[in-house]
Nanobody, 125 residues
Framework: QVQLEESGGGLVQSGGSLRLSCSVS????????MAWFRQAPDKEREFVAS???????TEYADFVKGRFTVSRDDVKGVWLQMDSLKPEDTAVYFC???????????????????WGQGTQVTVTT
């Protein structure tokens, strides 16, 4: 059984930082690309960042470029370092795993089969 679990969310002031973590069980993480998405109230889930299974390539949504960094450790999991946070970053953040090993990391949420429960990030002014 595949399980993903996010942690690290919380309440932070504008300009602050948070580091989200995603742990994976039931799959050999070293074989899988990973992605982070977020969903704000009354909005669709949107792509935030992704990292290839090898860790050699990353992609970011334009609205987080230069502020967020995705990284991975094939034993411990995947992280999302979020700096210079803005109130519009407030959302539930999810990590996601595709159905197949060695697949490309995509921006479309329909490309991912496994999802965590999400962790709430709230940025105040």
């Amino acid at each position: 059984q595949v399980q993903l679990e996010e942690s690290g969310g919380g309440l932070v002031q504008s300009g602050g930082s948070l580091r989200l973590s995603c742990s994976v069980s039931g799959r050999a993480l070293v074989e899988y690309s990973m992605a982070w998405f977020r969903q704000a109230p009354d909005k669709e889930r949107e792509f935030v960042a992704s990292i290839s299974w090898s860790g050699s390539t990353t992609e970011y949504a334009d609205f987080v470029k230069g502020r967020f960094t995705v990284s991975r450790d094939d034993v411990k999991g995947v992280w999302l370092q979020m700096d210079s946070l803005k109130p519009e970053d407030t959302a539930v953040y999810f990590c996601a795993l595709p159905p197949s090993a060695y697949s490309a990391h995509e921006r479309d949420p329909s490309s991912y089969t496994y999802w965590g429960q999400g962790t709430q990030v709230t940025v105040t002014t």
